[in-house]
C-alpha cells in the first residue's frame, strides 16, 4: 500500500538509492499502489557519479511491499521493505541489475525482463 | 420457542399466587377438572396445546399437588419447570393429552453450526489419510516442497522458521519467515493445501509464545533464531 510521500528503496543499480512516490499511474485519485503497480517519484537520494541525480522525477514499479500479497492458491507474500525498480517509459528497466527476490506476478504483467534479472523469483 | 419462554414467564409471575389458589381449590376439585379450572385462571388458554405448553402444564398441577403437602418446597419445584432434563419433576403426568418422551433439539442456527463442524473435521480427516503432515508449533524450522502450478515443476524448497500458526479446521494456515537474496520474506500457507508437497520439520527452538512477531524487528540471521 504505497501513496505519495512513501520512501521505497530501489532495487536495482541505476543509481537512486532511496525513491519517494509522488503519484500513481492508473486511474484518477487512485489511493494506493501495490506490488506490480507503475508510480511516479522523485529521487531522494542517489548514488554519486551516476546518470540519475538527487530530486529528479522518474518513473518505478514497485516490487516488494510489507503489506502482504495475497494469491489465488491461498498463500500469502510479505517482505520486510517497499522497493521499487526504476524503468522508463516503455516499462524497460533502467539499471542491469536487480537485487532482492521479485515474485511472480510481475512476470505476468510484463514487466519479463525484470523478472529474468532477478536473482530469486518467489 | 415464544411460547415456551412466555409460558414460563407467566410461571414466574404466578409462583406466588399458586400456592395461594391451590391450597383452596386442590381439596374440592378432581384431576381433571382441576386442569381447566387452573389454566383457565392462569390463562393458559391463549398459549397452543404444544409438546413443551403441556409439559410444563403438567410440571405446574404437579407443584399444585405437592405445594398441599409441603408448602416449603414450593420454588425449587417451580423453578424446576423449564429444566431439559426429561422427568425431572416428581410423579407420573396425569394430563389429558399424552405427552411424549421430550427430545431435545438445537436451534436452527446451532444445528448448523454443529453440521459445519462435523464437516470441516471430515474433511480433515479425508486429508489427513492422504498425505502426512507433520504437527507445525511456532518456533519449529521447517522445510517445504511447494509445487508451483504455472511453472510445472517441483521449485521452490522452503525453508524458514515458522512464527505463527492459526487453527481453523480445514483452513489452518502457517506462516514461515525466512531470509531470501538478503530480504526478510514472510510466506503464508495454507496447512491442508494439495500445493504443499512435503513438509519436514528439521528443528525445533524454544519458544514462549505463540506468534513470534517479535522477530521482524531482530535483524540477526533468521534461521539462528
Not at chain 2, 378432581?30 to 409439559?55: H, I, K, V
Amino acid at each position: 500500500m504505497i501513496q505519495p510521500q512513501t520512501y521505497l528503496n530501489v532495487a536495482d543499480n541505476s543509481g537512486a538509492r532511496e525513491l519517494m512516490c509522488i503519484r500513481i499511474i492508473g486511474a484518477s485519485n487512485r489511493r494506493y499502489a501495490h506490488i506490480g503497480d507503475v508510480i511516479v517519484s522523485v529521487i531522494k537520494e542517489a548514488i554519486p557519479n551516476t546518470p540519475l541525480e538527487r530530486s529528479e522525477v522518474i518513473r518505478a514499479v514497485i516490487v516488494r511491499t510489507c503489506k502482504e500479497l495475497k494469491r489465488n492458491n491461498g498463500t500469502i507474500i510479505r517482505y520486510d521493505d517497499n522497493a521499487a525498480v526504476v524503468i522508463d517509459q516503455e516499462g524497460n528497466p533502467k539499471g542491469t541489475r536487480v537485487f532482492g527476490a521479485i515474485p511472480r506476478e510481475l512476470r505476468q504483467l510484463n514487466f519479463t525482463k525484470i523478472a529474468s534479472l532477478a536473482p530469486e523469483v518467489l | 420457542m415464544q411460547s415456551i419462554r412466555g409460558s414460563t414467564r407467566l410461571l414466574q409471575r404466578h409462583r406466588f399466587s399458586i400456592s395461594n389458589t391451590l391450597r383452596f381449590t386442590s381439596s374440592s376439585t378432581s384431576c381433571g377438572s382441576w386442569s381447566e379450572n387452573e389454566s383457565r385462571r392462569l390463562g393458559f388458554d391463549s398459549f397452543p396445546c404444544t409438546r413443551a405448553a403441556t409439559y410444563l402444564i403438567s410440571s405446574l398441577k404437579n407443584v399444585g399437588f405437592s405445594s398441599s403437602a409441603i408448602p416449603k418446597q414450593n420454588f425449587t419445584y417451580s423453578s424446576r419447570c423449564f429444566s431439559t432434563t426429561g422427568d425431572s419433576v416428581q410423579g407420573s403426568p396425569e394430563s389429558d393429552c399424552v405427552v411424549p418422551q421430550r427430545i431435545k433439539f438445537k436451534r436452527l442456527d446451532k444445528t448448523a453450526k454443529h453440521i459445519m463442524q462435523i464437516v470441516d473435521k471430515e474433511a480433515v480427516e479425508e486429508v489427513r489419510t492422504l498425505r502426512e503432515i507433520p504437527e507445525i508449533k511456532p518456533g519449529y524450522i521447517v522445510q517445504l516442497k511447494v509445487e508451483v502450478p504455472e511453472n510445472k515443476r517441483r521449485v521452490s524448497i522452503v525453508k524458514g522458521v515458522v512464527i505463527a500458526r492459526r487453527n481453523a479446521g480445514l483452513n489452518s494456515t502457517f506462516r514461515i519467515r525466512r531470509l531470501v537474496a538478503g530480504v526478510g520474506v514472510e510466506s503464508m500457507f495454507p496447512l491442508y493445501s494439495p500445493n504443499l508437497r512435503e513438509i519436514k520439520v528439521v528443528d525445533k527452538k524454544k519458544v514462549r509464545r505463540a506468534k513470534l512477531y517479535y522477530l521482524r524487528d531482530k535483524v540477526n540471521a533468521l534461521k539462528k533464531h
